[in-house]
């Protein structure tokens, strides 16, 4: 099957611009997360779909952040304005309903502020 | 809440030779831990997970892992490394907030020495 698709793989950007991440998670899975991995550390949830709701959002900026899941499938996370400290790899990951804690990653999509 | 801790931030093997990473939890009840490695490029994948019964569980590429309630502690390990073996490794710990999301350590840098 295939796997999670995120695009861009890079993206550079100056601080107060904006940027926009897309996933597409494996077919058939219905929750869809966001990491955020900031260099020499381990990735941190930002936030959590259940089809098109959100489970958690708890550790969402949501000064600058914003994500969505219109259609319980593909989804976009936004930063605006980008902060410097922003700059990290975003990762989107899945996984199918009742499979605790077996989520399958993208590649992820590394974001530079200037 | 619950914590991963990875004590070790990097850590250079002979090839052959055998590999232990330690991870210890912080976690109220019987956790639901998990071991992800991340290869240079790619996104991370599930090398095993345990939630209850045997202590000892088998995951793949010949790695194991070893859940002691006592030591709080869920170290990987492995009797040969491999040079393909390096790469970053991260455990993880299913949170018991309202989602099911995972909750990782900073992750250990495994360097594969000839």
């Known amino acids: 099957e295939a796997g999670v698709a995120q695009s861009p793989r890079y993206k550079i950007i100056e601080k107060r611009q904006s940027v926009a991440f897309w996933c597409n998670p494996i077919?058939?899975?219905?929750?869809l997360y966001w990491y955020q991995q900031i260099l020499g550390q381990g990735p941190k949830l930002l936030i959590q779909?259940?089809?098109?709701?959100?489970?958690?959002d708890s550790q969402l900026p949501k000064d600058r952040f914003s994500a969505e899941r219109l259609k319980g499938v593909d989804s976009t996370l936004k930063i605006q304005p980008a902060k410097l400290e922003d700059s990290a790899v975003y990762l989107c990951?899945?996984?199918?309903?009742?499979?605790?804690?077996?989520?399958?990653f993208g590649e992820g999509s590394r974001l530079t502020v200037l | 809440a619950q914590s991963v801790t990875q004590p070790d931030i990097h850590i250079t093997v002979s090839e052959g030779a055998s590999l232990e990473l330690r991870c210890n939890y912080s976690?109220?009840?019987?956790?639901?831990l998990f071991w992800y490695v991340q290869s240079p490029g790619q996104g991370l994948q599930l090398l095993l997970k345990?939630?209850?019964?045997?202590?000892l569980v088998q995951g793949i590429k010949g790695f194991e892992a070893e859940f002691k309630r006592s030591q709080s502690s869920f170290n990987l390990r492995k009797p040969s490394v491999h040079w393909s073996d390096a790469a970053e490794y991260f455990c993880?710990?299913?949170?018991?907030?309202?989602?099911?999301?995972?909750?990782f350590g900073k992750g250990t840098t495994l360097s594969v020495s000839s």
């Open positions: 990951a899945s996984k199918r309903t009742g499979n605790t804690g077996e989520l399958f």
């Open positions: 077919s058939g899975h219905a929750t």
């Open positions: 779909f259940q089809n098109n709701g959100v489970v958690d």
């Open positions: 976690y109220g009840a019987t956790p639901y």
């Open positions: 345990y939630f209850s019964g045997d202590t």
């Open positions: 993880a710990v299913v949170s018991n907030q309202a989602g099911t999301a995972l909750i």
